[in-house]
C-alpha cells in the first residue's frame, strides 16, 4: 500500500494495481446489486398479501365513506380512534409530457399572452462563457482558469485479460 513510484516500470506496476482494484470493486459491486435484487424479489414476495390486503382496507373504507358522504358535507373530516378520514377538494391540470403538444401548447400560451403560465429557468452556459475574451470575463468578476490536468487511465481489458489467464 505505501509503494512508492520512482520509475516507469512501478508507474505502469501501480497502474495496473489500479487497474487490479477497479475491477475487483465493480465485481463486488456487481455482487452487491444481484444480491440486493435477490433481497427485495423475496421481500416483495413476503409482503404482498400485506399490500393486498391494505388496498382492499382501503377500497372499503373508501366505499364506505362514498356512501355516507352526507356526513362529510359540513365538517370534510372525521377523527376516529385510529386515524382520520375525509375528502378534500383537489384540483390538477395534466400537461402533456410529449415535446410536440408541449410546444405546441407553449405555443398557444404565449399567442394568448398567457406567459405568466410558462417558466423560463435561466441557467449559466459556462461554455460559452469560458470562449469570451478575458477582459470580458474580468468585467463580469469571473477568472479564467487554465490547468494541465494529469490523468491515469488504467488499460481494464487487459488488466481483467490477465486476471483471467491466471
Not at 505502469?12 to 459491486?29: F, K, N, W
Not at 410546444?103 to 398567457?114: M, V
Not at 460559452?128 to 490536468?149: C, E, F, H, R
Request: with cysteine; hydrophobic share 35%; charged share 35%.
Amino acid at each position: 500500500m505505501n509503494q512508492q513510484v520512482e520509475n516507469w516500470e512501478e508507474a505502469d506496476d501501480a497502474i495496473r494495481r489500479m487497474g487490479e482494484i477497479i475491477v475487483a470493486l465493480t465485481d463486488a459491486s456487481g455482487e452487491l446489486t444481484l444480491k440486493i435484487n435477490k433481497l427485495k424479489e423475496e421481500v416483495k414476495q413476503g409482503i404482498a398479501g400485506l399490500e393486498s390486503e391494505r388496498k382492499y382496507l382501503e377500497e372499503q373504507i373508501t366505499h364506505f365513506c362514498e356512501s355516507q358522504k352526507a356526513e362529510f358535507a359540513k365538517k370534510r373530516s372525521k377523527v376516529l380512534n385510529f386515524g382520520l378520514i375525509g375528502f378534500r377538494i383537489s384540483s390538477s391540470v395534466p400537461i402533456p409530457r410529449d415535446r410536440g403538444k408541449l410546444s405546441d401548447l407553449i405555443a398557444t400560451l404565449k399567442h394568448l399572452r398567457l406567459d405568466s403560465c410558462i417558466k423560463v429557468e435561466e441557467k449559466i452556459d459556462r461554455d460559452q462563457i469560458s470562449t469570451l475574451d478575458d477582459g470580458v470575463i474580468a468585467k463580469l468578476g469571473l477568472k479564467k482558469t487554465v490547468k494541465d490536468s494529469f490523468r491515469i487511465q488504467p488499460n481494464l481489458e487487459k488488466i481483467q485479460d490477465l486476471k483471467h489467464a491466471s
